[in-house]
């Protein structure tokens, strides 16, 4: 069961890297994309692996959608399943003039 996680991530960039079979010639290619993340007041950065249909996400601020999963080493860890925009805050407007009656 997929779940999203409340914390901002904000995309810098997607990148591909090419990797290599076992044979040692080139098998494909796979994306990251170079994040920053605040947890618990700490900034941490570091490359997140993207599926291929999330190649084509942009530069922001985004909450992830994660399904537990083992990778090609058989480490279990979380998946990256989804991205969704984190919504833009409002900004905020002035104050209106309160109409004061001025008295007789």
Do not use: W
């Not at 904000?10 to 993340?37: E, F, H, R, T, W």
């Not at 090609?72 to 900004?91: C, F, N, Q, T």
């Amino acid at each position: 069961m997929p779940a999203i996680d409340n914390t901002p991530l904000q995309i810098l960039s997607v990148n591909q890297q090419p990797y290599k079979g076992k044979a040692g010639k080139p098998d494909g290619v796979m994306y990251k994309a170079q994040c920053v993340l605040m947890v618990a007041g700490v900034t941490k950065i570091g490359e997140l692996f993207l599926p291929r249909d999330l190649v084509g996400t942009e530069p922001g601020f985004y909450f992830g959608e994660y399904v537990i999963d083992s990778d090609y080493s058989k480490e279990v860890r979380p998946m990256l399943i989804g991205l969704h925009p984190v919504p833009p805050v409002p900004a905020s407007r002035p104050a209106r003039p309160v109409d004061v009656a001025k008295p007789a």
